[in-house]
């Protein structure tokens, strides 16, 4: 059983807005983006098309895999696959939006804030994030977000993207955790 | 590639016994390790609170720093311990060594010794994980494993590659770990060296067995050149260097008869002048130092996929 929460032209202009609210923070100077694989990637690039239509500054932007800082390695029994970080620029004095597609727990971004840390010192870090569902684990919170869908524990937020998932942008919230 | 292959093994021991899928995947996440030691901290926390012991009974540089970079680099604690000061030495049995240090709670054993095999008895006998770093004459798996990487990223692939392998097929486990390996990637393997050093039914593991070094470069993608391993040479397995030297080592002269984009490996450390001649060595088709380099990247795979897994 799973619901549609969002559909693709509301995640289309969730991403618009998301792109003027980085934009009317702090305008586009030193800005990057940086996408937490898989679907943050697919989410930063479309920020950063969003920006470029808006402000017309090509923004840089970066990949991020935070396999490897993950708190729960020792606990998993097969390792999860690892795939390549790729962020091409200095981040150091930049202000770096890190963009995910769920905030859950805060796990994830507390990865990819040690992550970060080991490639430079940023001036300063900003969270967005598509859908926020609530249930943090961390004392972490998102700057940015699409949508706030409150769930239960027990719930599973699926957002597909056309670019990863070859199926029509949408946001689902099923019952019972796979 | 994309490999949905899942590794479940706590030992790395050979490559005989690893699918094509389990080779894929480790040389699938050498490929992210490789970008760690791009950076400029060049650490990530994955075997933080692990210990690895590299426990080396035979002569090696290369091989040992590259594990223990490879470990720190995955931020493992490392210990390193060599046949001169270890207790072997005073006549405790391998196992009991190895038994011994287990039981200051090690996570990893990284395992050189002479006699082929060995890695098997300690991954019987011990609780930690085992990576085989060279037995005898039977495999050096992460070798293998930098070798195929390199070639992989060289060519983009391996399948349909000719790969020689060249020199002392007899007493080598490179050159049995290449050949598992690689066939089972879907390469064509041919092995190239003296009749004397050459063993008595090769062909069976899916190789060509050829003699002329000529005809062997023309008709190759890559070759890897073997260490004639001068300590193994006393029962006169050859009549002179010098022969060896003119019939099998690799000069810039016999290495212009191949295709374009032949490239020259060595598993190192190189005999300048027998295997490869220095202008070779050095030459713009030689990639030994970049198998040096990737060295780190596969070990580094092989530590993060080993450590942790639960016994299968």
């Not at chain 1, 796990?107 to 943090?136: N, Q, S, W, Y």
């Not at chain 2, 990284?110 to 037995?135: F, K, Y």
Request: charged content about 25%.
């Amino acid at each position: 059983m799973s619901a549609k929460i969002m559909d693709s032209d509301a995640i289309r202009r969730a991403v618009m807005r998301m792109a003027h609210e980085i934009l009317e923070k702090a305008g586009p100077k030193d800005l990057a983006l940086i996408g937490i694989r898989t679907r943050g990637v697919t989410l930063a690039e479309r920020l950063r098309q969003a920006i470029k239509s808006i402000e017309g500054a090509d923004v840089p932007s970066g990949i991020l895999d935070i396999t490897l800082y993950r708190d729960d390695l020792t606990l998993v029994g097969a390792k999860p696959l690892v795939r390549e970080t790729l962020i091409d620029f200095d981040i150091t004095g930049k202000r770096i939006v890190l963009v995910d597609d769920v905030f859950f727990t805060g796990r994830t971004i507390r990865a990819a804030l040690d992550a970060l840390t080991d490639f430079g010192r940023p001036a300063k870090i900003e969270l967005a994030v598509l859908v926020d569902r609530g249930h943090r684990e961390l004392p972490i919170r998102a700057d940015f977000v699409g949508k706030n869908i409150p769930t239960s524990k027990e719930q599973n937020v699926k957002v597909v993207l056309g670019e990863t998932d070859q199926a029509q942008d949408a946001v689902l919230v099923e019952e019972g955790r796979q | 590639m994309t490999t949905t292959a899942t590794w479940t093994r706590k030992h790395l021991l050979g490559l005989q016994e690893l699918s094509r899928e389990e080779i894929e995947l480790v040389l699938e996440t050498a490929k992210s390790f490789k970008e760690v030691s791009s950076r400029d901290v060049k650490k990530v926390p994955a075997l933080r609170g692990k210990t690895v012991v590299t426990l080396f009974f035979e002569p090696s540089t290369r091989t040992r720093v590259s594990f223990e970079l490879a470990a720190k680099r995955l931020s493992a604690d490392t210990l390193n311990i060599t046949a001169s000061v270890s207790s072997t030495t005073k006549g405790e049995t391998l196992l009991d060594t190895a038994k011994n240090i287990e039981a200051m709670s090690v996570d990893a054993m990284v395992v050189r010794h002479g006699t082929s095999g060995a890695p098997m008895i300690l991954a019987e006998g011990l609780n930690c994980s085992v990576i085989n770093a060279g037995d005898g004459c039977r495999e050096h798996p992460t070798q293998a494993l930098l070798d195929m990487f390199t070639l992989q990223e060289k060519f983009g692939r391996i399948e349909g590659l000719k790969v020689a392998i060249v020199g002392d097929i007899l007493h080598s486990r490179v050159a049995r770990s290449n050949i598992w390996g690689l066939t089972k990637l879907g390469a064509k393997v041919t092995v190239c060296g003296p009749a004397t050093l050459m063993p008595r039914g090769i062909e069976s593991m899916g190789v060509q067995v050829s003699y002329d070094i000529k005809d062997v470069i023309r008709n190759s993608d890559a070759i890897i050149a073997l260490r004639l391993q001068k300590e193994r040479q006393e029962a006169k397995f050859l009549p002179s260097m010098r022969e060896y030297a003119q019939l099998f080592g690799i000069n810039a002269v016999k290495l212009s008869e191949g295709k374009d984009g032949l490239i020259v490996m060595h598993p190192g450390p190189t005999n300048r002048g027998l295997e490869l001649s220095a202008e070779v060595a050095d030459g713009k088709q030689s990639v030994i130092l970049d198998q040096v380099t990737n060295g780190v990247a596969v070990r580094m795979a092989v530590l993060y996929l080993v450590l942790g897994t639960k016994e299968s």
